[in-house]
């Protein structure tokens, strides 16, 4: 069936209202409270990198120095993140209408099935992009600047239709109850086939509208704390900063998921009558 954008953002706004007060919990744990501890974690390190975004070895003596804490710190977020959207899913989804504990507790189960997609997913592109660079390392010794230009072309290309072909993986999981990671990739596969181009399309647009009103509030508060204090981003500008973005993290990463689960509706052609009452 052809992907409806609009009816699908509006399944998931509304599906997000409906369940706001159990999703409210779930995303300040999994989404807000990584975000901040990442913010201070990472916060001497990143404003290190960005003083020295013009000297290269300073850049690479930190990140040296640094790559174990920046992975542990980035690991841990991921996964966080991961149970965050499990957790969503389960609530937006699942008939028996569980709590938020029990929402919790099958996405950790569902975490070992969708850590191990996102790996197989990762490798797979990997692949596709050394086949490519090879490829088109051939052509461009042919056309020259030309060929480079293709060859970028090509791999983003190949990037943004894989993102959009296996980005049904979180909900089959969990809706479908598909724990094999393999099967929900393939099943992912087929079930976004003829729909790549609409749903790259809504992807992009979600996407553009999450960075516009994150820089937006950035700057307005960036200037409003910036003449608070004279001028300086003392400490608690930086606290307020960081949960500004971890709060905006919060509310996408909960819109997201149920964006997902709101594709997955329509794309999958079965609406489950104890879904409607959400997705309506």
Request: some cysteine.
């Amino acid at each position: 069936m052809n992907f409806d954008s609009n009816r699908a953002w509006q399944e998931a706004i509304a599906a997000v209202k409906a369940c706001r007060s159990l999703l409210l919990p779930i995303a300040g744990v999994f989404f807000l409270v990584p975000s901040v501890a990442s913010s201070f974690l990472l916060g001497d390190v990143q404003a290190r990198i960005f003083e020295n975004m013009d000297n290269r070895e300073v850049l690479n003596g930190i990140f040296q120095a640094e790559m174990g804490r920046i992975l542990i710190v980035s690991l841990l977020s991921m996964i966080a993140g991961f149970v965050g959207y499990l957790s969503v899913l389960v609530l937006l989804t699942d008939r028996s209408r569980p709590t938020v504990g029990e929402a919790i507790m099958r996405g950790l189960r569902c975490l070992p099935t969708v850590l191990t997609a996102t790996v197989i997913g990762y490798f797979a592109l990997l692949f596709c992009i050394v086949v490519i660079s090879v490829l088109g390392g051939i052509l461009s010794a042919v056309l020259g600047g030309a060929g480079v230009v293709l060859i970028f072309i090509a791999m983003l290309a190949l990037v943004l239709t894989v993102v959009a072909r296996f980005s049904m993986t979180f909900p089959i999981v969990v809706v479908e109850n598909t724990l094999n990671p393999v099967a929900a990739l393939q099943r992912s596969w087929r079930l976004t086939q003829g729909n790549a181009f609409r749903l790259l399309g809504f992807y992009a647009l979600l996407f553009i509208a999450y960075v516009v009103i994150t820089v937006l509030l950035m700057v307005v508060i960036g200037a409003a704390t910036g003449i608070a204090g004279g001028g300086e981003p003392g400490e608690a500008t930086l606290i307020f900063t960081s949960v500004l973005a971890g709060a905006i993290g919060a509310v996408v990463g909960v819109i997201a998921s149920a964006v997902l689960a709101a594709v997955h509706v329509q794309l999958a052609g079965v609406r489950d009558p104890a879904l409607d009452d959400t997705f309506r």
